[in-house]
Structures are given as structure tokens and as C-alpha cells.
């Protein structure tokens, strides 16, 4: 029942900008962090921004002062908006949280991904 959803995903050329969203649904229990991961063709997954329930945010080194994350609390939506994209910013991009259930167990949800593609 629990579902997150990214999108804004697409290709730009190098330098352009995309804000990616990722909304929740269903029965999700109260949220501590939402965070955005990242895979490219041969890599691993990857951290790469995240903000608390507390508005509390981290970034990988790699796009610090390039992405802001962001959180719209009343509309269980989550923003990673991208500026001055690299060619090495292409991947499958990734909308994970981290919840804690009425007994108190950590729980964590991932969506399917969107992809984005940065030309040189």
C-alpha cells in the first residue's frame, strides 16, 4: 500500500537545471528522513541529498551547492531541484524513506526511480 513516486526526470545538456518530485502515499508511518539515492550504468548506489522531518539536510560532496532537497510536509512531497548539471550527474535517480512504525520499528521505502541524463 505504501507507494513513492518520482518524477521530473529527462535529458538536458550539461549546465541545465530539472527539480525532481517524489510523493508518498498510502499508509506510511511517521517519517524521520526523506533522501534522494542515485545509480548510474556500472555504479553502485549512492547518497545524495536528504532533509529530516525537522528540515535538517545533507548532500553527498559531489553536488553540494549544486542541488537543494526540500520537503513540503503537508503534501508528502519531496523536491531534489538540480542546478548545473555534469554528464557524471547521469543516473536513475531514487526517492527512499525512513519511517517509524506505532511500535517503534525503523522502516524504509523506495521508489521506483527516475531517470535523468546530462549530454556534454
Known amino acids: 500500500q505504501v507507494q513513492l513516486v518520482e518524477s521530473g526526470g529527462g535529458s538536458v545538456p550539461a549546465g541545465g537545471s530539472l527539480r525532481l518530485a517524489c510523493v508518498a502515499s498510502?499508509?506510511?508511518?511517521?517519517?524521520?528522513?526523506l533522501a534522494w539515492y542515485r545509480q548510474g550504468p556500472g555504479n553502485q548506489r549512492e547518497f545524495v541529498a536528504s532533509v529530516s522531518n525537522i528540515g535538517l539536510t545533507k548532500y553527498a560532496d559531489s553536488v553540494k551547492d549544486r542541488f537543494t532537497v526540500s520537503w513540503d510536509i503537508p503534501k508528502d512531497t519531496t523536491y531534489l531541484q538540480m542546478n548545473n548539471l555534469k554528464p557524471e550527474d547521469t543516473a536513475n535517480y531514487f526517492c527512499?524513506?525512513?519511517?517509524?512504525?506505532?511500535?517503534?520499528?525503523?522502516?524504509?521505502?523506495w521508489g521506483k526511480g527516475t531517470l535523468v541524463t546530462v549530454s556534454s
Open positions: 527512499n524513506a525512513v519511517a517509524l512504525s506505532d511500535y517503534g520499528h525503523k522502516l524504509e521505502y
Open positions: 498510502g499508509n506510511i508511518p511517521s517519517t524521520y528522513v
